[in-house]
T-cell receptor
């Protein structure tokens, strides 16, 4: 039971390039989330989705785009990557918004 | 402005002793609090939670205490084990329509054998 699967696990890209981080769940969680983890900041919410075709901004949405055409997938796209977007990105899911999230293993992105 | 603060980036304790991890918050609308544990190269995992109507919640070796008047919560681990070495994140949810989970910056706990 993989739960939340993220790909790629590691990615190096250059400034200005478009990058998409994939998130797939094997469960049927209604809620899905994207967080970024940076030293000194903990985990900050980028975007979340309450259901298919419903998405909303979190604390740090600028420079990111999400979509949720299917319940099981929640890709995160950096349309034009910047060095400040170098981070570890975590996708998470939750059946109901109780705060108890199930996280994927993370995607480490480096923007040169 | 961080609404959830973990002022100690790191903590070291001896195996068998008590570990106390602290967390302060500023938003009085927070009504549910959680602790997550994170090992290197893994995603965070939920550990324990507490509602604002309680002041204590216990689960095995883990106890969370909430002091609403001080806007402070703490996680106690007794006895500490080497496998508890991880980063611990405090998190909070605010009441109302804009419910989001806000995390602190984390505390690296090292339990020394």
């Amino acid at each position: 039971d993989a739960g939340i699967t993220q790909s790629p696990r590691y990615k190096i890209t250059e400034t200005g390039r478009q990058v998409t981080l994939m998130c797939h769940q094997t469960w049927s969680h209604s809620y899905m989330f994207w967080y970024r983890q940076d030293l000194g900041h903990g985990l900050r919410l980028i975007y979340y989705s309450a259901a298919a075709d419903i998405t909303d901004k979190g604390e740090v949405p600028d420079g990111y785009v999400v979509s949720r055409s299917k319940t099981e997938n929640f890709p995160l796209t950096l349309e034009s990557a910047t060095r400040s977007q170098t981070s570890v990105y975590f996708c998470a899911g939750s059946a109901a918004f109780t705060g108890e999230l199930f996280f994927g293993e993370g995607s480490r992105l480096t923007v040169l | 402005d961080q609404q959830v603060k973990q002022n100690s980036p790191s903590l070291s304790v001896q195996e068998g002793r008590i570990s106390i991890l602290n967390c302060d918050y500023t938003n009085s609308m927070f009504d549910y609090f959680l602790w997550y544990k994170k090992y290197p190269a893994e995603g965070p995992t939920f550990l324990i939670s507490i509602s604002s109507i309680k002041d204590k919640n216990e689960d095995g070796r883990f106890t969370v205490f909430l002091n609403k008047s001080a806007k402070h919560l703490s996680l106690h681990i007794v006895p500490s084990q080497p496998g508890d070495s991880a980063v611990y994140f405090c998190a909070a949810i605010s009441s109302g329509s804009a419910r989001q989970l806000t995390f602190g910056s984390g505390t690296q706990l090292t339990v020394l054998p």
